[in-house]
């Protein structure tokens, strides 16, 4: 199949950095400062488009569905490295947001460039994942073209399952199948066609978007606190007390106190101090409230 790259924005020229093979190294990377800086402006264009994906991605979690990222290349480990962070940062099971790439794991750290092409490969993968009706798909793409991407968003679409897409370049051809289509143009790269520069950077800040205002809406922040991260080493078991002491304002010694009795779920330690309830008592309060803790304390006020 014959490609034609010139009318994808990310392939163009960029005519700020022609001359940047005969910079010294602060010039490159002042260059590439400059480029990155236009990446956030491009994002803001797409908020609406992000925030209505959003929406659904909270729907269908209350259903008991997941968010699938599926991609090949930097797009796929983009989504790989999203997913990864909810469970420890959220505490949310490892299946709730997954990462799905084209050559599966070895392809996070050894490029198989060629495994993109197959949109078969990118439904068998869908299907190996069981892809429901209940989940969401979101394809990743930077030329918004890409063949493995694309099968994979049609079978979603056949079966009934809401898709989102995030492509770099105008009128992309993975927007046009997915029900919610983000395109954020990125712009030429520092250096012509390599779209884990700039290109990458979009993709991550809308999948940083996608996947925090979503657990947000789910409860798991307080505030602006992560208070179902899971404390899994010494470095989060000090955040995680931390966490007490910022929501509740109550000194070291509480926290500590109220995080062990609490089973080190800082949320919980937070409900019990503020409601003055066993670990059961709060416990089935923060359930009532499916984990908001926020609603559930105002409730007893």
């Known amino acids: 199949m014959n490609v034609d790259l010139k009318k994808l924005e990310t392939e163009n020229q960029n005519v700020n950095t022609m001359n940047i093979d005969t910079c010294s190294a602060e010039e490159i990377v002042t260059l590439i400062n400059n480029e990155d800086a236009t990446v956030a402006a491009a994002v803001k264009k797409q908020l609406p488009q992000i925030a209505k994906l959003v929406d659904v991605i909270v729907e269908q979690f209350e259903k008991g569905g997941h968010l699938y990222y599926i991609g090949a290349g930097t797009s ?15 505490g949310v099971p ?5 990462g799905i790439m084209a050559g599966g794991f070895e392809a996070l750290y050894k490029a198989k460039e060629g495994a993109e092409d197959s949109a078969e490969l990118g ?6 994942h069981n892809l429901s009706k209940n989940d969401v798909l979101v394809g990743i793409a930077a030329s918004g073209r890409t ?17 989102g897409s995030i492509a770099c370049v105008s009128d992309s051809q993975i927007g046009k199948i997915a029900d919610y289509p983000i395109d954020v143009v990125s712009g030429q790269e520092v250096v012509t066609g390599s779209t884990r520069m700039k290109a990458g950077t979009a993709q991550k800040m809308v999948l940083n978007m996608l996947s925090t205002a979503s657990m947000i809406r789910m409860g798991k922040v307080y505030n602006n606190l992560m208070v179902d991260v899971k404390p899994t080493n010494e470095k ?3 955040r995680a007390k931390g966490i007490i002491v910022k929501a509740t304002c109550c000194d070291q010694e509480t926290a500590e106190r109220l995080f062990e009795e609490a089973g080190k779920n800082p949320k919980l330690a937070i409900a019990m101090y503020e ?3 066993d670990k059961e008592k709060a416990l089935e309060l923060l359930n009532k409230f499916k984990g908001h803790l926020k609603p559930a304390l105002k409730s007893v006020k």
């Open 76 to 90: 796929g480990r983009l989504g790989f490295l999203d997913a990864a962070e909810c469970p420890p940062t959220y």
């Open 94 to 98: 490892y299946e709730m947001v997954v």
């Open 123 to 128: 439904v068998e993968d869908c299907k190996a």
């Open 147 to 163: 063949p493995y991407v694309i099968g994979a968003l049609k079978y979603a679409k056949e079966i009934g399952c809401p898709t």
């Open 236 to 238: 989060l078991v000090a």
């Open 275 to 277: 409601t003055g309830y």
